[in-house]
């Protein structure tokens, strides 16, 4: 089981921003997709952004292309999510996700993964 754990969740204005981490405690961090999902009160669970192992590969959802960034450190088995112009609708429990079987996003972009945190909450007020 690989451990995930996300901080940097918080309340934040619309137009403003935050910046979402995962810690992975994973010594193969380096050779798993990953990626960021959210879930809002009520609503399936989506994908916001994937990261192939490289880094080269990403991916984005249409509603957070242009304002949010993912990005991986692989020598501190880290993830990063920015989120800059935040809107109302980005309200949610954000987690992290892991993909072992794949290096690429594709699996992670089609709501699939081995491992997911517990989650931090992301709230934006109007």
């Known amino acids: 089981q690989v451990q995930l754990v996300e901080s940097g969740g918080g309340l934040a204005q619309a137009g403003g921003s935050l910046r979402l981490s995962c810690a992975a405690a994973e010594r193969r961090f380096s050779s798993y997709a990953m990626g960021w999902f959210r879930q809002a009160p009520g609503k399936e669970p989506e994908v916001v952004a994937a990261i192939s192992w490289s880094a080269v590969n990403t991916y984005y959802t249409d509603s957070v292309k242009g304002r949010f960034t993912i990005s991986r450190d692989n020598a501190k088995n880290t993830l990063d999510l920015q989120m800059n112009s935040l809107k109302p609708e980005d309200t949610a429990v954000y987690y992290c996700?892991?993909?072992?079987?794949?290096?690429?996003?594709?699996?992670?972009?089609?709501?699939?993964?081995?491992?997911r945190g517990q989650g931090t909450q992301v709230t934006v007020s109007s």
């Open positions: 996700a892991a993909d072992r079987t794949s290096g690429d996003v594709l699996r992670i972009r089609n709501g699939l993964y081995d491992y």
